[in-house]
């Protein structure tokens, strides 16, 4: 079984500057996370989708952040313009179901680093 | 979601077992435990969860006191391999994962 892709993998811009960031989850999943993890911190979720719609997104900075998944199965997150505190891996799973206990498969992260 | 502690790190000897400790004193009927693991470089994995009664499978077991305000996750012949950040989860469905800072297990040749 193909797990959750990830590309790029590692991404250096300068700040203000937009980057996008691509994850195919795993086939069939419905439910898609995008989290956040700073050095030296556990993952932060900053947005959930169920199929093509959003769950939840209370954590997203909406002011820089966008993210989409419009067929339902891939998705792309979007800064614009990027801060020097938006340095960290950006990490996408993907989950069966939503709604009953299930796990979630991660995918390998990419690496920004903004200058 | 309930939150959880975790000491910050361990050390375990390779070929032993390694007994993972998580409080979740306010942990709610329906909250479940979930435990991943992140190695260097890597997004997490998911371990184990469990409710009420222990759980095992192929990675660890999962042993949940019978207030469930605690839980240990026991790797049984811990490996090299198991070096990793290891991360107690409370959570209803496992969707809104909040994680905190886990417990950097450290395994010893």
């Known amino acids: 079984e193909a797990g959750v892709a990830q590309s790029p993998r590692y991404k250096i811009i300068e700040k203000r500057q937009s980057v996008a960031f691509w994850c195919n989850p795993i086939s069939g999943h419905a439910t898609l996370y995008w989290y956040q993890q700073i050095l030296g911190q556990g993952p932060k979720l900053l947005i959930q989708f169920q199929n093509n719609g959003v769950v939840d997104d209370s954590q997203l900075p909406k002011d820089r952040f966008s993210a989409e998944r419009l067929k339902g199965v891939d998705s792309t997150l979007k800064i614009q313009p990027a801060k020097l505190e938006d340095s960290a891996v950006y990490l996408c799973?993907?989950?069966?179901?939503?709604?009953?206990?299930?796990?979630?498969?991660f995918g390998p992260g990419t690496r920004l680093t903004v200058l | 979601d309930a939150k959880t502690t975790q000491p910050p790190s361990m050390d375990c000897a390779e070929g032993r077992a390694a007994n993972l400790p998580c409080n979740h004193s306010t942990i709610s009927g329906n909250e479940y435990v979930y435990w991943y693991r992140q190695i260097h470089s890597q997004g997490p994995q998911y371990i184990i969860h469990g409710l009420k009664n222990n759980e095992t499978n192929e990675m660890a077991s999962l042993i949940i006191t019978e207030d469930r305000k605690s839980s240990t996750l026991i790797l049984p012949h811990a490996t090299l391999r198991d070096t990793a950040v290891y991360y107690c989860i409370a959570d209803n469905a496992g969707n809104m994962l909040t994680f905190g800072g886990g417990t950097r297990l450290m395994v010893k040749p």
């Open positions: 799973a993907s989950s069966l179901e939503f709604g009953s206990p299930n796990e979630q498969f």
